[in-house]
C-alpha cells in the first residue's frame, strides 16, 4: 500500500505535469489515509482548480482552512478563484485573510495589487504593488504593474525608475512576463 506521502508527491508532480485530472484521484486516495491532513486538501484544491472545477476547489480548500485556518496558499487560491469569478469583494477578503497569516508574500500582494488596478482605486494598487517590489526587487510582474499604475496616477518619474529596473531585469533573463499578470 502507497502512503500518503507518496500520493501526495505523485499528485503534486502530475499536477505541475498539467494532468489534474490524474492528480485528483491521488489526492482523494491519500485522504482516505488521512483524511485530517489540510496539505492533502490544498494540493486537491490546486489540482480541481486546474481541471477548471472551481467549485470542487472551493470546497476543498475551505476543508484545508477547517483543519488549519493559518494555510495562507488556501486563503490566495480562494482569491484567485473569485478574481476569476468576478467577485471581488471575495477576491480582496481572501487576499487580505492571506495576507495577515502570511505578509511577506509578495505574490499576494502583487495580486492584491491587480484586484485594486483592475477596479481603478490606483493608490491602493501602487501600495500593494510598492509592497511586493519591496519584499523582491527582482520580480517581474509587480514591477511592470508599479511601472503601469505610476503611469495611471501622472507619476511619469517613477515610472520610468521602474521602467529601468525592468531594463536590467529584461537584459539578464530575456523576455519579461506579460504585465498585469496574476500567479
Known sequence: METASFLNNSGIALTEANRPNEAISLFLEALVIEPVNPLLWFNLGVAQQKAGNYEEAVGSFHRALAIDDSL?????????????????????????????????????????????????????????????????????????????????????????????????????RGPLARPGALL
Do not use: Q
Open 72 to 172: 495562507a496558499e488556501a486563503w490566495v487560491s480562494l482569491g484567485l478563484i473569485a478574481y476569476e469569478m468576478k467577485n471581488i469583494e471575495t477576491a480582496e477578503d481572501c487576499y487580505l485573510s492571506a495576507l495577515a497569516r502570511n505578509s511577506d508574500d509578495p505574490k499576494t500582494w502583487n495580486n492584491l495589487g491587480v484586484l485594486y488596478f483592475t477596479g481603478g482605486d490606483f493608490e491602493d494598487a501602487r501600495l500593494s504593488f510598492e509592497r511586493a517590489v519591496n519584499l523582491a526587487p527582482h520580480y517581474p510582474d509587480a514591477l511592470i504593474n508599479l511601472r503601469d499604475v505610476c503611469r495611471e496616477l501622472g507619476d511619469f518619474t517613477a515610472a520610468a525608475e521602474f521602467e529601468r529596473a525592468l531594463s536590467g531585469i529584461a537584459g539578464k
